[in-house]
């Protein structure tokens, strides 16, 4: 069965350093989205992305994240100067239109980002 | 923005026990989904299940859309079923988590 991958697993960065947090969706799929967890907390929107954009973010994405699709399987997030609370585990979705017009969202294993 | 709303935000059972969860939102929603976070932290798809009712196993899940609520039953539970439960609703390109249930099967 298709699955979303992510790597790595675990990073551990000090604060200030840039991270990439990579995924590869199901490859037939055209819509893909960034969530974050901190520990204990609920799983919260971060962007979504559709044709090669953003199509929506929260107020969490700021100037600080990007994402970018560099080829046709890779998805990849940035942070461009870690903070201390950026410490969350970062899942990656990707979906796709079904039968019933719905999308439903397939998400991956996760990235764990630790920031000392 | 949307509300969504779990109940209760943790539960206890013995193996073999039956529950119920709910998961209440405060807008119409395209799309609701059920998942098992397990305790490696792994989001497991369990429904998509904008209306109507489902069955998967042990797991069966009803969502009454004009009403804005999803129910999950779990049957038989097993000490495996520990973890967090969460629903998520689809508002404009987007999934809008629960807080979650919590819940503890115990042998």
């Known amino acids: 069965e298709p699955e979303v991958t992510q790597t790595p697993s675990h990073q551990v960065t000090q604060m200030g350093q840039e991270v990439i947090l990579r995924c590869v969706p199901i490859?037939?799929?055209?819509?893909f989205y960034w969530y974050r967890q901190i520990l204990g907390q609920k799983v919260e929107f971060l962007v979504s992305f559709y044709n090669n954009e953003i199509s929506e973010k929260s107020e969490i994405f700021d100037d600080q994240f990007s994402v970018e699709r560099p080829d046709g399987s890779n998805f990849t997030l940035k942070i461009r100067s870690t903070k201390l609370e950026d410490s969350a585990m970062y899942f990656c979705a990707s979906s796709t239109p079904g039968g019933t017009g719905g999308y439903e969202q397939y998400f991956g294993p996760g990235t764990r980002l630790t920031v000392t | 923005g949307i509300q969504v709303e779990q109940s209760p935000p943790d539960l206890i059972l013995q193996e073999g026990a039956n529950s119920t969860l709910r998961c209440n939102f405060s807008?119409?929603?395209?799309?609701l989904q059920w998942f098992h976070q397990n305790p490696w932290g792994q989001l497991i798809n369990l429904f998509y299940i904008p209306s109507g009712t489902k069955q998967n196993g042990r797991l069966s899940a009803t969502t009454v859309a004009t009403e804005r609520y999803s129910l999950l039953y779990i049957s038989s539970s097993q000490t495996t079923d520990s973890g967090v439960y969460f629903c998520a609703v689809e508002a404009t390109d987007k999934l809008i988590f629960g807080t979650g249930t919590r819940l503890q099967v115990f042998p």
């Open positions: 807008d119409s929603v395209n799309n």
């Open positions: 490859s037939n799929h055209l819509y």
